[in-house]
């Protein structure tokens, strides 16, 4: 295919000496960008990008094998779906005007580092290193892709604030996703749904200073994850975490984050900040500092380190009186709540610890039982601790909620 205009031709003559074409400054990603401050001199037709990657496939061994460009308007969808492709691929600080389609693609690294779009669709992608750091989307569809190296959301800006009030919109719908390398997306803001069912890690999961918001339903479903490595999630959630049947490795890290059930569910439901029923922790759980609002339960997990939620903060959710942090059937080497706020009912009922458990200067029991004295405030039925219960200055403030 032959150039149209002078961005074209300036990609065209990088692409011959396998260099990267930047068309000038800018940076699409950025929310007070103004796609009017680039002028036309700076747009790239979807088709001729793509038409340089089927070139490149015929080119000599010794040539560099890549297609890079920075800084332009990208007109067009660019559909890569069902092709094999033997060159990397680096579209950095580029506007999308249409979406990415990638669907079943197999190719080797892609860049798209600050680039902005309205959609990337990639269910099927087969590729290396695959970069979306800085960039911002709509909706990213990672349905059964298998990345063979790293998988960076760090810093992007993903879904769409429009259907905050659909508790099913997907930012990011990765069920059966495989990433052979580390998954990091620190920084990330995602409105609506992070879906990663199924997904499998070697590498670890990174999600510091994340801030997920699907206030009408789940803020992230991670049931049936494999995680190999550690999950680092200091994170802010508005809406459930589900980590029902989760398998994480070394260390499940919820160190001061910040999580809330959804609002706008059915009034005979539970408002669900945590689910994590049937999770699997070989090393340690550590959640020191994290405020929950709303019910959360970890029944029947096995943490095989220590399960530390000291200095943890828990309340109702906010149309309900009381709520619930159920760890019935949980085994752990040892379990510390200690310096806690838990304005809920605790359940230990047939907890096992092989070490000690460690209550102390914690507050249980919600502050109005009105449920009535059926429902104590800290319930351990059945419990086995080979080590101490430690109570030492336990606070109750109703005096219907016995412990």
Known sequence: MEPNGEAEEHLLAGFRRGETTDLGPGEPA?????????PPKRVVRAEFVRALLLDAEMLEPSHPRLVSLAGAQIVGALRLSNLELTVDLELRRCYFTEPVVLTNLSARDLDFTGCRMPNLAASGLAAGLVELAGARTGQID???????????LDAATIGDESYVDDPDYLALYADGLAVEGHLTATGLAAAGQIRLVGARITGSLGLNHAHIANPAGVGVDASRITVEGGVYATVEIDGELVLTGAAIGTLLSLLEARLSAPHGRPTQEPGWA???????????LIANGVQLTGWTEFQAAVVRGVFEMDRVSIGPHPSEAVGMLDLTGM?????????????????????????????????IGPEIAETGPDWPGLSADAATVAGTFSLEG????AASCPL
């Not at 040892?334 to 000690?356: E, Q």
């Not at 336990?394 to 403030?397: A, C, D, H, L, Q």
Request: hydrophobic share 35%.
């Open 394 to 397: 336990v606070y109750r403030p």
């Open 274 to 284: 945590v689910r994590a029923g049937g999770l699997t922790v070989d090393g340690h």
């Open 30 to 38: 950025d929310p007070a960008f103004g796609l009017d401050s680039w």
């Open 142 to 152: 990672l349905r059964r892709a298998r990345i063979r190296d790293d998988l960076s």
């Open 331 to 363: 085994e752990a080497q040892s379990l510390s709540l200690r310096d806690g706020r838990l304005n809920t009912f605790l359940k230990l009922d047939r907890l096992r610890v092989a070490g000690n458990v460690t209550l102390t200067n914690s507050t």
